[in-house]
């Protein structure tokens, strides 16, 4: 069993930023990547980020990309996703999530964590 617990969010404006993290237990036997999804009231969860636990390497998407970092801590069992220039745009629920391999779609990952919302005023 895996355990993920994101913390971090807020209510912020535009043009602020803001730390997420994502704490891991249990265990996670090869599941090498951490991934971060969002969903905005009445969308489909997207996916964010993406980063390999051993490795490092990581994924955006085009929406995120130059303003969001994805990173993690080996020694903590952390993935942060640090958010800088948010935009109105941005808000929604931010969920981290766990699987084998690098991917953008959600149903490939079958552990999730509760989500945390992030709010960016106008």
């Known amino acids: 069993q895996v355990q993920l617990v994101e913390s971090g969010g807020g209510l912020v404006q535009a043009g602020d930023s803001l730390r997420l993290s994502c704490a891991v237990s249990?265990?996670?036997?090869?599941?090498?990547?951490m991934g971060w999804f969002r969903q905005a009231p009445g969308k489909e969860r997207e996916f964010v980020a993406a980063?390999?636990?051993?490795?490092?390497?990581?994924y955006y998407a085009e929406s995120v990309k130059g303003r969001f970092t994805v990173s993690r801590d080996s020694a903590k069992n952390t993935v942060d996703l640090q958010m800088n220039s948010l935009k109105p745009e941005d808000t929604a629920a931010y969920y981290c999530?766990?699987?084998?391999?690098?991917?953008?779609?959600?149903?490939?990952?079958?552990?999730w964590g509760q989500g945390t919302q992030v709010t960016v005023s106008s």
């Open positions: 980063i390999s636990w051993s490795g490092g390497s990581t």
């Open positions: 999530a766990v699987t084998w391999s690098i991917t953008v779609l959600a149903s490939a990952y079958d552990y």
């Open positions: 249990g265990r996670t036997y090869s599941r090498n990547v």
